[in-house]
C-alpha cells in the first residue's frame, strides 16, 4: 500500500528555515503531481503547493516567494523549503498526491514562533 511518511518539521522563530522532507513508500512520485498540504489548529486542510509530473510547481499566493517544492526522482524524495517563516505558518504539514486519495500520513509539526 501506498504510504508517506513526513519529518523536518520542528520549531522555529520567525524569520527562520525549516526544510521538510517526503519519502514515499508503494509508489513512485515522479509519475503523479504531488502536493504538500498543511493543517492549522481549528483549520481544514488546505494546499500549500505542488510539483507536477513534468516538474513544474506551483505554490499558493500565502507561501509564494518564500516556499519551494523539490523532488528527488532516485531517492523518491519531495521536499519543501519553507524560508523566512511566519507564525500563520503554523501547521502540521503533509505530502500526498495532488488529485488522488489515499491514507493520509502523521504529518510533520511546523510551529513558528514570534
Known amino acids: 500500500q501506498v504510504q508517506f511518511v513526513e519529518s523536518g518539521g520542528g520549531l522555529v522563530q520567525a524569520g527562520g528555515s525549516l526544510r521538510l522532507s517526503c519519502a514515499a513508500y508503494?509508489?513512485?512520485?515522479?509519475?503523479?503531481?504531488m502536493a504538500w498540504y498543511r493543517q492549522a489548529p481549528g483549520k481544514e486542510r488546505e494546499l500549500v503547493g505542488q510539483?507536477?509530473?513534468?516538474?513544474?510547481?506551483y505554490y499558493e499566493d500565502f507561501v509564494k516567494g518564500r516556499f519551494s517544492i523539490s523532488r528527488d526522482s532516485v531517492k523518491n524524495t519531495m521536499s519543501l523549503q519553507m524560508n523566512d517563516l511566519k507564525p500563520e505558518d503554523t501547521a502540521v504539514y503533509y505530502c500526498?498526491?495532488?488529485?488522488?486519495?489515499?491514507?493520509w500520513g502523521q504529518g510533520t509539526q511546523v510551529t513558528v514562533s514570534a
Open positions: 510539483i507536477t509530473r513534468d516538474g513544474s510547481t
Open positions: 508503494g509508489t513512485i512520485i515522479s509519475n503523479y503531481a
Open positions: 500526498h498526491f495532488r488529485w488522488a486519495t489515499v491514507e
